[in-house]
């Protein structure tokens, strides 16, 4: 039987992390149930451990628990999704306006621009859905502060659970041009066009999602 009472603090913070990490590259999906034995096994915790990341992430809205059910990955609302993208122009915009030009986050940013154009000739939505994340993280990376990363993950990682409720060509296929337009900017060294460019492209992608949104999951999610 494993235990972990003498574990370090962090041990329920890295293991909220591994689920958040799992909810970002689209592999536990909004409504699964997720087991508190199957998980406990495969991150070789205790399931006191699991329940206090479970609490830990309930909090940033990503599970939601339900008396006598379990613990269930939440459905964003569309309330949501509207705070998410008001955070995200703040965060974004910001970090892209007074990034330093020669970021090394630039070269993650073109990786995952060129991993996405690749990917979308193959029409693996879900993949490409994958690396616009990785872009605009590591935008924020350009902020250079660890505490915003760490939010701007789990802004991210709820994002995510609303992007998995809608058709994935019609929500990535449009974005992977304009991520690519962005990174010409930002290799010119031209920040503030591409900080307008960005601004204009969320207040873009927020109307769509929106839209696509309340015809598919409704506001009572």
């Known amino acids: 039987m494993k235990t972990d009472n003498n574990a370090p603090k962090t041990l329920n913070g890295s293991t909220a992390e591994s689920i958040r990490e799992k909810i970002l590259q689209g592999e536990f999906l909004p409504g699964q149930r997720l087991s508190e034995a199957t998980l406990s096994e495969s991150l070789s915790i205790s399931r006191n451990t699991l329940r206090e ?23 964003p609302s569309v309330t949501a999704i509207i705070d998410i993208y008001r955070a995200r122009r703040l965060i974004e915009c910001q970090a892209l306006q007074l990034a330093y030009p020669h970021h090394p986050a630039k070269s993650l940013m073109r990786d995952a621009v060129e991993k996405a154009l690749r990917l979308q000739t193959e029409r693996n939505w879900q993949e490409v859905g994958t690396c616009n994340m990785e872009f605009h993280m590591a935008i924020v990376q350009m902020a250079d502060c660890e505490r915003i990363n760490q939010m701007f993950s789990r802004i991210m990682a709820e ?19 304009q991520n690519a337009a ?34 598919y999951v409704g506001e009572g999610s």
């Not at 990341?53 to 459905?75: D, I």
């Not at 990174?183 to 839209?211: H, I, P, Q, W």
């Open 53 to 75: 990341a479970f609490r830990l992430l309930s909090q940033e809205g990503l599970l939601k628990h339900e008396p006598n059910r379990g613990v269930f990955v939440a459905t």
């Open 159 to 177: 994002q995510r659970l609303a992007f998995c409720s809608l058709p994935p060509e019609q929500l990535h296929a449009p974005y992977v041009e």
């Open 182 to 215: 962005i990174l010409e900017l930002v290799e010119a060294k031209k920040f503030t066009e591409a900080a307008a460019m960005l601004n204009d492209y969320l207040l873009l992608a927020e109307r769509s999602v929106l839209s696509t949104y309340s015809r």
